[in-house]
């Protein structure tokens, strides 16, 4: 908050940095000591002052409160918190310890929506699985009684695409294994780093299916549970799970504006999601996007009144399935998004411009690929942008979407971890998303004409 | 173990890769694919079949046992555990929660010795102290009822050697805030990480003094505290801590043999520590130094019977106290050993030879020169070697000494932390380690004179 702010100015001194000199780089457009204090501020602001943000929980409330007094200090017009109600879901007690010759503990935490063992906990012996491909292949009942045990490794990636393949064990694998009869499943965690912190994250279950417990191991326990199963001889884990379900409980949309001049356009919408896993702070996931979306609209302002007013979503109960994201589409489905954008992904260094209007609108995806280029950012008109979790709205109005690529070649190290927390954030990858963000911000939120453009947008 | 290598060679492909491919590097007198296949076994055995080894348990016993077992399958002579009795405590719940406005976990972990709050926790306002010499000159009782933190933060350095002025919050502030009336005390791990996984390690009671509950956070969250006590408000904790003292209970030193053809020659002893704190699986502290230890003195022995006796002594409760070095000096005081070494910080690349006899016999000093320098390891003759924790018995001998210096860069960013497991093992670089030590034992343990030599010991 910015009353903190001489006290916040001593303390930056002291974070530790994980960047590097070279980061400030005139290859991204920053000058030397680039900072974003308005990102920053937030940033900083709610990973220390609140924390964790469950989706359904008090921490969650907490974070929407201190967001709005936060945007409302800041200057937004119309701050509001919209609720739904949401299924909420709180971690329990979570050891795992391999028993018999190889006796010794494992690091592992439940996923979201993960059943529970009796408070006692069960023992059952391990089956082992190399792949998603692998469980879908066993006979129905033939894991009765076992712990199913997913091994398959997750590679990096610049754009983070292979979280799609190989983030399936945590969402499928579950329900798979439940319908094949298994006592509880382990996946290797969906991440690229080798700590002892386990990667939690939501799994569904099929209808009908009653919850197992499901966790994941971190990769060297992960590893170490592989080379015990490759000896060749049966390997049983004490598991005890106890999370519980809490039935529906609230959550909160948090928006807020700044005013354009002509009301009548339809608003440039800058998403994110305010809640997080219990697990870290949720500075990568999501707090980094609110505050790179939040710092954005407010530097558009400093230049002059946009033409459009630019609306910020916090959405709420993202990584519990998008529930805030799909309650803000059902509520202002007739309300016209002019375009959206959504930050999820860290707060690594933008290197590609997206859009689903290249096409359709080529002298403004020109006019946004000029913005951006002096911030190392490529325009990319062959890629069809999809939009993220908090683009409901605008994905089913059939509206035009920008993605602002980062660079998550090292998000997975963190993602849904205890070690997603402030230091992790290099202060001057923060500052150049904030940069392109406020050049595409502006460029958007002064277009008087159709986002669209007068073709056809790609994927209608 | 040996039985298992058909299986493990095929596993090591799976092995995650920390090593990056230039570390196979000519620089260090490494072919490409270098790799110990003696240590590795060792390594890769004791902490996937054993795991953690916390002194005085059972765990530990394990280890003992295991390692005997390795040690007479690989041929060596005289393989004893030598038993002695040890203070054991072992780690009980360990949670943390701000109270208040900024309320959240905090990730810690109890220092080993210390003592319990009640089951229900304790709750007290934290008062920040910069330093050890901050702590210090607090007034006597101006402590009372508050848990003092002390922030102080570790930088890394290459020889470690920054470990012992920053390690002092840890060995010494607990008895310092114990004796000033603190009810208890929290340090920043001493840690150059920045994972959300604390740094254990002991603490030591001044005579007479009570221990009171004494732990680490992690840097994240010790970074995250100091934020919210920058703002100025008290900041209270909900601390649970309740680790237990179970008085003496066993522990053992483990030493084998390669037997030398002159018996009257005082035999050079391999130093290194087989228990391991619990947190983590002991793959860097220390299983990686006995790997190497042991895999030298087979070395040694493949290249012919050596004229000394090359004895391991993998010494039990080194991290609670250095009790197996202890034990092992007072029950052979009177055995002469020819000369020590110690491995005992990670399997980082030798760097250095140091000795304490360089002036005294300066011409053994040269050819071990020249047996190193190969695998780019340079001499220091102006470096008084003084061993580390497990050669009690050559330090109260008043014997010769030599220390191999391993690259410790990042040895402090998983010291004592639930990270120290296998794969953040290099295979070259372990390599590299076997082949120094290989060198330096050949030449000594073929010495038929005095490693003292004629003139007088550096230090004595």
Tied chains: 1, 2.
Excluded at 127 to 151: E, T
Aim: with cysteine; charged share 20%.
């Amino acid at each position: 908050m910015h009353k903190h702010l001489l006290a916040l100015s001593a303390l930056l001194l002291a974070v530790p940095a994980t960047a590097s000199a070279q980061r400030y780089d005139a290859r991204y457009g920053l000058e030397p000591g680039a900072h974003d204090e308005i990102a920053w501020d937030f940033l900083e602001g709610i990973t220390t002052e609140v924390g964790p943000r469950l989706a359904g929980t008090e921490d969650e409330a907490r974070g929407r409160a201190w967001a709005i007094e936060w945007l409302r200090e800041r200057g937004f017009a119309n701050v509001v918190d919209e609720p739904f109600m949401h299924n909420t879901w709180v971690r329990g007690e979570e050891r795992a310890r391999v028993t018999g010759r190889y006796a010794q503990p494992l690091v592992l935490t439940a996923l979201g929506y993960s059943g529970a063992t009796p408070a006692e906990g069960i023992t059952a012996e391990v089956v082992h699985l190399a792949s998603i491909d692998a469980l879908r292949a066993v006979p129905d009942g033939s894991l009765a009684g076992k712990i199913a045990y997913i091994g398959h490794a997750m590679r990096a990636t610049q754009d983070g695409s292979h979280y799609g393949y190989f983030g399936s064990p945590r969402r499928q694998g579950p329900g798979i294994a439940a319908q094949k009869g298994a006592a509880a499943i382990l996946i290797r965690s969906i991440g690229t780093d080798t700590d002892r912190l386990p990667h939690t994250g939501a799994t569904s279950w099929p209808d009908g299916t009653v919850p197992i417990p499901a966790a994941a191991l971190s990769n060297p326990d992960a590893d170490n549970l592989e080379r015990m199963l490759e000896r060749g001889e049966t390997v049983s884990i004490d598991l005890v799970l106890t999370p519980q379900f809490l039935g529906m409980t609230p959550s909160g949309n948090v928006t807020g504006e700044i005013i354009g001049s002509d009301p009548s356009l339809p608003p440039v919408l800058l998403a994110c999601h305010l809640d997080s896993w219990d697990t870290g702070t949720g500075a990568i996931d999501d707090a980094s996007g609110c505050a790179i979306a939040a710092a954005a609209a407010l530097r558009v302002a400093q230049e002059g009144q946009p033409l459009r007013t630019i609306r910020v979503l916090f959405a709420g109960a993202e990584e519990t399935g998008l529930w805030g994201s799909a309650a803000y589409s059902a509520a202002h489905a007739d309300e016209k998004i002019g375009v959206g954008l959504e930050s999820d992904f860290g707060a690594g260094l933008i290197w590609r411009l997206e859009a689903n209007f290249a096409r359709s609108n080529p002298g403004l995806f020109q006019q946004l690929a000029n913005a951006v280029t002096p911030y190392g950012v490529v325009p990319a008109p062959q890629i069809l942008a999809t939009g993220g979790a908090d683009l409901n709205i605008v994905r089913d109005q059939g509206g035009p979407i920008i993605d602002l690529q980062q660079d998550g070649s090292r998000y997975f190290d963190l993602h849904h971890t205890a070690n997603d927390t402030l230091d992790k954030v290099d202060p001057a990858e923060l500052a150049q998303n904030v940069a392109v963000w406020t050049a595409v911000a502006n460029v958007l939120a002064n277009e008087p004409g159709d986002i669209a453009g007068p073709g056809i947008i790609a994927g209608e």
